[in-house]
T-cell receptor, first 116, second 109 residues
């Protein structure tokens, strides 16, 4: 019953450092996404993927890269961390079709990132 | 622009009933979701409405009026464990989820 697994749960970075947040799901979901959650704001979509080899930008993609080489994995890379990227990051997947999200999103436990 | 509005915080008493409202203005509509998020945890799915009317699931019910751009989540027989944030999200015409900022529900004994 692993579901969606995110690592690390906590990370502190210095401005300019790079890092990768890992996300893996074992439900054979085509749709995977990355969100950030900041106080007083709704979840904001960073990047998403509707299948292996296909990625697209969400609402706030700047400063982040993604790739989807397999159905299971969808890592999020911060190229040069900035204090504005301090946030809680959630990976989520869905069993919806490749062109729509139908049904519920399954979220990972979240990764709390602080950039100093 | 696209907008989802819900109250920032609500307080209710254990055993009572509470209604959390959500109004939306989006480019198209392909369904409305409610999620529950306990502090420090991930959101979990509660309900999905795509047609007008009331969907009941145990102590929780969700209502939708597409013509009014309005939904509510009704929680009955409140328990202390219902203290959480409740997130409203709309699937727009591009099948992208637009999220509200969430309503923090505080349950008092």
């Amino acid at each position: 019953n692993a579901g969606v697994t995110q690592t690390p749960k906590f990370q502190v970075l210095k401005t300019g450092q790079s890092m990768t947040l890992q996300c893996a799901q074992d439900m054979n979901h085509e749709y995977m996404s990355w969100y950030r959650q900041d106080p007083g704001m709704g979840l904001r979509l960073i990047h998403y993927s509707v299948g292996a080899g296909i990625t697209d930008q969400g609402e706030v993609p700047n400063g982040y890269n993604v790739s989807r080489s397999t159905t299971e994995d969808f890592p999020l890379r911060l190229l040069s961390a900035a204090p504005s990227q301090t946030s809680v990051y959630f990976c989520a997947s869905s069993g919806g079709t490749s062109e729509s999200i139908t049904g519920e999103l399954f979220f990972g436990e979240g990764s709390r990132l602080t950039v100093l | 622009g696209q907008n989802i509005d819900q109250p920032t915080e609500m307080t209710a008493t254990e055993g009572a009933i509470v209604q959390i409202n959500c109004t939306y203005q989006t480019s198209g509509f392909n369904g409305l979701f409610w999620y529950q998020q306990h502090a420090g945890e991930a959101p979990t799915f509660l309900s999905y409405n795509v047609l007008d009317g009331l969907e009941e699931k145990g102590r929780f019910s969700s209502f939708l009026s597409r013509s009014k751009g309005y939904s509510y989540l009704l929680l009955k027989e409140l328990q202390m464990k219902d203290s959480a944030s409740y997130l409203c999200a709309v699937l727009d015409s591009n099948y992208q989820l637009i999220w509200g900022a969430g309503t923090k529900l505080i349950i008092k004994p």
